[in-house]
């Protein structure tokens, strides 16, 4: 039905693609090292700044969250303060019911 040559292998077209992909990556590999002295000092140019601007943002972000988690904590510390003065007056309160 089939004819000797025109056979499925499976291997040779497995070989056939990987000699693709590497043949790409070699074309593109040259590409960007020829390439890489013109792109990089424009991509530094337009990184830099957006990479200050990410820095800032990022840094002005960590001081809001320390101003919040501060004031979190002296928000539960003041209830835990609450609590233990209850807990006091309650005590105190049936102590002073069991005396009279």
Do not use: C, H
């Amino acid at each position: 039905m089939s004819a000797k040559g025109s056979q499925f292998k499976p291997n040779q077209t497995l070989q056939n693609v990987r000699n693709l992909a590497t043949d790409r990556a070699i074309l593109i590999g040259i590409g960007a090292v020829a390439l890489a002295p013109i792109l990089l000092p424009a991509v530094a140019k337009i990184g830099k700044p957006i990479l200050k601007a990410a820095i800032k943002t990022s840094l002005n972000l960590y001081e809001k969250s320390q101003g919040a988690v501060a004031e979190a904590g002296e928000m539960f510390w003041d209830v835990v303060a609450e609590s233990k003065a209850e807990i006091t007056a309650e005590a105190q309160q049936r102590f002073m019911n069991g005396k009279k």
